[in-house]
């Protein structure tokens, strides 16, 4: 049967092996997310330390980043990510025993959030960079990516529900037991692919070298470079406002779990929109223009959510502002996938991995220690209104980018090699 252009990718056994067992896992990680968050603000009533567990589950990807892509670029990527679904299962068994035998505290959540984010450091870069190798194809990468974040934000709409009616009825033990027993479905995926890994000449420079080879890689391609450092303010000034979520349902909503979930699911809901979006895009599509547009739309959507104290319209304005969120994360996971050359991409994803997670735990620190001072609303306030200044002042640098890139694209038609 064949496959709507749309779903092109599915059309590789290995890459369906991988949507189907990571769909099942990512439910489990959404609701354990949910979980978390709802459980530290319940033990703490604190914005600030929600902002800290945040930062502790993140930080590690700050720091290690890019050693992992270097480390990914010299050993099997296909191992690598088997070894940290292993990992993972281990760390959420583990908060599941401590929860559900009521051994913990806020420092047992906070050490198991620091465990998992030194997982995901090394998770991200060895994920990305096998996408290629899975679909085999570079012409479908753009719509396994794209498909990649349909499954994920998917996963984002249906988990928060679920943790929701599990935490309002059995508890937050449970939602971290479901996440363990659903790594068993990715883990079985992976053994069940056949993955020829393209042949790379060894590699005995040090890591460090590596890494500097690709910081110079990235000097040389300006698009890259603005492109992931635009990633990188983005993640610190405008995607930790979920980190004030719980804080939104209970004292700007009034609400309970039941509230907290919806906001959950309504922005997971928008992002299976923006993910669809993407897939749908014709190859040759403008990706920094699509990229500028959509960081704009979240940016524009926190401002008017800020304030607004009825909940519909709420759901509204989150709706429409994870919409641009999503295409704006996986526009530029596009572009750079299809513009690196491959004896770069796990440095190169690295350093993407380093600005989309690594700066994310030091907004949501920051983000949460503006809220205690001041309120949740001013605060969301505030990274609306940054996150709409800094856009605007990289759009000549993305337009420079596109006419230098147009201006390349003519030479070679005008002198093929």
Request: charged share 10%; proline share 4%; glycine share 6%.
């Amino acid at each position: 049967m064949k496959l709507p252009t749309s779903l092109r990718a599915l059309h590789y056994r290995n890459f369906q092996l991988y949507v189907g067992g990571q769909s099942i896992s990512l439910l489990g990680t959404w609701m354990q997310r949910i979980a978390v968050s709802w459980l530290v603000y319940e033990l703490t009533h604190s914005a600030l330390m929600l902002g800290f567990v945040a930062f502790a589950s993140r930080i590690p990807m700050l720091i290690l980043s890019p050693y992992a892509g270097a480390y990914v670029d010299r050993h099997s990527r296909y191992k690598t990510l088997l070894f940290t679904q292993v990992a993972s299962m281990v760390q959420a068994g583990i908060l599941a025993f401590v929860v559900l035998t009521h051994h913990y505290d806020i420092t047992v959540i906070i050490l198991l959030s620091i465990m998992l984010g030194i997982i995901n450091a090394f998770d991200a870069p060895s994920r990305q960079s096998l996408m290629i190798v899975m679909v085999q194809n570079n012409k479908d990468l753009p719509n396994a990516i794209a498909l990649n974040s349909s499954m994920v934000t998917l996963a984002r709409l249906i988990g928060p529900a679920v943790a929701g009616i599990l935490l309002s009825t059995v508890g937050e033990g449970i939602c971290f037991l479901v996440n363990f027993l659903s790594f068993i479905a990715v883990i079985t995926s992976l053994l069940l692919m056949k993955i020829e890994i393209p042949p790379r000449a060894k590699n005995n420079e040090a890591i460090w070298s590596n890494l500097r080879q690709g910081y110079i890689y990235l000097k040389r391609n300006p698009a890259l470079k603005y492109s992931i450092l635009l990633m990188a303010l983005i993640s610190l000034i405008v995607m930790p406002y979920t980190t004030l979520l719980p804080v939104y349902a209970k004292t700007v909503f009034k609400g309970d779990v039941t509230t907290f979930s919806w906001l959950n699911c309504i922005s997971g809901l928008g992002a299976l929109m923006g993910a669809i979006y993407v897939a749908r895009l014709k190859p040759g599509k403008n990706f920094l223009k699509v990229i500028i547009s959509a960081g704009l739309l979240i940016a524009v959507s926190l401002v008017l959510f800020s304030y607004t104290t009825n909940l519909p319209l709420a759901l509204f304005f989150i709706m429409i502002g994870e919409i641009g969120l999503l295409t704006f994360i996986a526009s530029t996971n596009t572009y750079l996938q299809t513009n690196v050359e491959e004896h770069m991409r796990g440095r190169v994803i690295s350093y993407y991995v380093m600005a989309f997670g690594g700066m994310l735990p030091i907004g949501s620190l920051l983000i949460g220690l503006l809220a205690h001072l001041t309120s949740a609303p001013f605060t969301i306030l505030t990274e609306g209104l940054a996150g709409i200044i800094v856009i605007v002042s990289f759009i000549p640098a993305f337009k420079k980018s596109t006419k230098r890139a147009q201006r390349k694209a003519a030479r070679l038609k005008m002198n093929p090699i």
